[in-house]
């Protein structure tokens, strides 16, 4: 059901009807057991009365009868129907009869009361029996007419209840219109919103069990605000760092035009080509990392480690390094994307090579490690001051060593290219002198079970 | 002018040296914080290129430092920091000028004379003294309105010369705003410009006090 309103309407007008019907059910099953109860009490003192007249021995027995008749009659407030009275002999003469009452025999019954058919009616009957002057007496009641009583009171009863009806589907409506009016409101307030208004609702003045929602909603808006703040901030910074290579591009471009040797104006226009190289990296890595920002994580595959560092190697020939992989790695299976995989090692590789002193060798080893598979790369050059370890991942990072053409996003790209494939960079010096950047990505379960 | 340029940007680094070599500055360079504090103290310098994001800190805490120690050294602030909040709090701290990245030039070596011409009370750019005149920006020198000819180490010194007239520069001191921390200077360079200078202007040109030092003479008819 799509609408909260009709959903209300639908189950209070149900739910009001199953307790109105019931209500009456009870009233008229409970008016039905009253009244027979009334009556039967009726029965038994007539009963008791006639015979009691009867014993006297003054009163003929169809002046008893027609007494019962007119005890009937009794209190005025009372239910108005008339009972039947026969008053048997012995030897079974019918003796006395009170007007209206059958001919037949309405009981063949002792003392007490009984359910009897007379003719094709039902009937309720009480009889007593003296037993000493061997008379009895039948009270009865036509049962047809004591649910004529019945009905009418409970209809007394229903048809008002009935009427009601139509007045309390109409307040149930008013009552869920009014109570959902705070949604409509909230939802004109969300309407009336600017397209870049990014600020939280104020949740306050909602009633408590839209809050959640909107809570929701503000948390939602604030991720949006910081990531829309984060895109800004990258963006100024990633202009800003376009600034300094092109001051350098314009020098050395000034200096070739106001070179008074060859030599000069070659050295500056070679100088230019190196400017343009480095921003044409920035830019490429600045893409990369954007695009890391921006796309959903592509999905992982399960792969097997020692072909997944083998294609990596393809990728990246001519490999900068050896890459050593543990034997016990094939057949090991991770799940990873093996794009973001290799744009991390690459990274990685970058880095240490561009830190590394000429002729010292970057080593790149990969190997199990309890349930990770980890690529450690290996390099000899100045490592990083403890006090900087915790800032090398962050953009535009550049430490104490930095090299003389780095951006400082390699390791900001490694990082978050790692996380997006689910694993994780950690960095550590060697006590030998020198960095070790490790890539760690859990193994499937399954083999570290088997394991 | 004597300048010390600080920045981190190696290719930077060195088009400005170049450069503002071309435009006739001695120019010292570092890249370090660490490296630039010790360099002010042991010499003079007649202004400083000061880049504020630096690997081991922010140039402005180099300038509060100066400032707080009472260095008047002219500051050129020059940056990637370009916004006007940056400016202002650059200047407010005591710098000199604020040139952002990318920049002209030309326009460095120019505010760079405008900044040592304030520090020394100078209003107008060119140097005269008597009938002679030096035009630090156009690198020439006149004497009663013809150009006289002169390498590029004899006009540094008629310029160091020129700017303080009245005041008796030792050779020592002499040899500190001429020469770079690298160069080989031999003994006797400057009196050997002297010499050259004295040929070109004239004899009494520049006055040699003996045991002191070299100061301008009577100013030229």
């Known amino acids: 059901m799509r609408s909260i309103r009709a959903r209300l309407m639908t189950i209070l007008a149900v739910a009001t009807t199953i307790i109105w019907l019931c209500g009456v059910s009870w009233i008229a099953v409970h008016t039905q057991r009253e009244l027979d109860r009334m009556l039967d009490q009726r029965l038994g003192e007539v009963g008791r009365m006639v015979n009691s007249l009867l014993r006297s021995g003054e009163i003929d027995p169809m002046v008893a009868a027609d007494a019962a008749m007119s005890m009937s009659q009794g209190s005025e407030s009372g239910p108005r129907n008339f009972i039947s009275c026969q008053i048997w002999d012995a030897e079974g003469r019918l003796i006395g009869r009170s007007g209206g009452a059958p001919l037949e025999e309405l009981a063949s019954i002792g003392n007490g009361f009984a359910d009897t058919m007379v003719g094709e009616q039902p009937w309720r009957v009480f009889a007593v029996v003296d037993a000493v002057r061997g008379t009895r007496i039948l009270i009865g009641d036509n049962l047809e007419e004591r649910q004529a009583i019945v009905r009418q009171v409970v209809l007394g009863l229903v048809v008002p209840a009935a009427a009601l009806l139509p007045l309390l589907a109409a307040l149930i409506w008013l009552a869920v219109s009014h109570g959902l009016r705070p949604l409509d409101m909230a939802a004109t307030v969300l309407r009336q919103r600017k397209p870049a208004d990014l600020a939280p609702l104020s949740p306050a003045d909602l009633p408590v069990e839209v809050r959640p929602m909107f809570q929701a909603l503000d948390s939602l808006l604030e991720r949006l605000a910081e990531s829309r703040a984060q895109e800004q901030t990258f963006t100024a910074f990633a202009a800003h760092e376009l600034r300094t290579p092109l001051a350098g591009l314009r020098l050395q471009a000034q200096l070739a035009m106001a070179a008074d040797t060859e030599a000069t104006r070659q050295s500056a226009l070679k100088q230019i080509i190196v400017a343009v190289d480095r921003m044409t990296a920035l830019v490429r890595q600045l893409l990369e990392l954007s695009r890391l920002d921006g796309e959903a994580a592509p999905p992982e595959r399960s792969v097997d480690a020692a072909e997944l560092l083998d294609e990596t190697a393809r990728r990246m020939h001519p490999m900068p390094c050896a890459l050593q992989v543990a034997p016990s790695l094939r057949g090991v299976p991770v799940r990873v994307d093996p794009g973001l995989f290799s744009m991390t090692l690459r990274n990685l590789l970058e880095n240490a090579i561009q830190q590394s002193p000429a002729g010292e060798e970057v080593v790149c080893e990969a190997h199990r490690d309890a349930d990770h598979l980890v690529i450690a790369v290996r390099d000899r050059g100045p490592g990083i001051p403890p006090a900087e370890l915790q800032h090398i991942r962050k953009r535009f990072f550049r430490g104490r060593h930095k090299s003389a053409g780095g951006s400082g996003l390699g390791l900001a790209i490694a990082d978050a290219a790692m996380r997006k494939a689910g694993g994780m960079l950690r960095f550590r010096n060697r006590p030998e002198g020198g960095l070790v950047a490790e890539m760690l990505l859990p193994v499937e379960p399954e083999a570290a079970r088997a394991s | ?221």
Do not use: C
């Open chain 2, 1 to 221: 002018m004597r300048v010390l340029l600080v920045e981190d940007d190696a290719m930077l680094l060195d088009g400005m040296r170049l450069g503002l070599k071309m435009h006739g500055f001695q120019v010292e360079a570092v890249s370090l914080l660490g490296d630039a504090e010790p360099a002010l103290r042991a010499t003079h310098f007649d202004a400083v290129v000061l880049d504020i994001m630096l690997p081991d800190g922010s140039g402005l805490d180099l300038l509060r430092q100066l400032r707080a120690r009472g260095d008047a050294t002219p500051v050129l602030l020059l940056t990637a920091r370009d916004a006007v909040e940056d400016r202002v709090e650059g200047l407010d701290l005591g710098a000199d000028d604020y040139l952002g990245k990318p920049f002209d030039l030309d326009e460095v070596a120019a505010r760079l004379r405008a900044i040592g011409r304030r520090a020394q009370g100078r209003p107008t750019p060119q140097l005269t003294w008597g009938a002679l005149v030096l035009d630090p920006a156009r690198r020439d020198v006149t004497l009663h309105g013809s150009r006289i000819a002169l390498s590029r180490r004899e006009f540094a010194v008629l310029e160091v010369l020129m700017e303080r007239p009245g005041v008796i520069l030792s050779r020592e001191e002499l040899q500190e705003r001429l020469y770079g921390w690298l160069d080989d200077v031999e003994s006797n360079a400057i009196e050997v410009h002297i010499h050259k200078l004295r040929h070109k202007l004239g004899r009494d040109a520049i006055r040699t006090l003996r045991g002191i030092g070299y100061r301008m003479g009577d100013p030229l008819a």
